[in-house]
């Protein structure tokens, strides 16, 4: 199982970035797959996340009408659109995918987790 996350950099405040993350060894079919961040000091939160066998999503209240997560399920990708960024949004992004029957929105702390890819939001 690998999930390769990118699409990470700088910008503005109030801009746009789209985050991937392409995932193999595994079918999107039925896993909870989302994406998580870290802002230097601070703990790893989850940011958005998707059941792909019901498209139940989740979205973080800092984020809510602001961010999008989507998924293309025959290219086996993730994705996160981010608009109206804030500096508070700076952070690395892990997408991380749980191949297990969960109950909880987000995938579990010990799920398939990929590289982080660093989002800065300039004032």
């Known amino acids: 199982v690998q999930l390769q996350a990118s699409g990470g950099g700088l910008v503005q405040t109030g801009g746009s970035l789209r985050l991937s993350c392409a995932a193999s060894?595994?079918?999107?079919?039925?896993?909870?797959i989302g994406w998580f961040r870290q802002a230097p000091g601070k703990e790893r939160e989850g940011v958005s996340c998707?059941?792909?066998?019901?498209?139940?999503?989740y979205y973080s209240d800092s984020v809510k009408g602001r961010f999008t997560i989507s998924s293309d399920n025959a290219k086996n990708t993730l994705y996160l659109q981010m608009n109206s960024l804030k500096p508070e949004d700076t952070a690395v992004y892990y997408c991380?995918?749980?191949?297990?029957?969960?109950?909880?929105?987000?995938?579990?702390?010990?799920?398939?987790w990929g590289q982080g890819t660093l989002v800065t939001v300039s004032s």
């Open positions: 991380a995918a749980d191949l297990r029957y969960i109950t909880t929105m987000c995938p579990h702390a010990d799920a398939y």
């Open positions: 060894g595994f079918s999107f079919d039925d896993v909870t």
């Open positions: 998707i059941t792909i066998s019901d498209g139940t999503t």
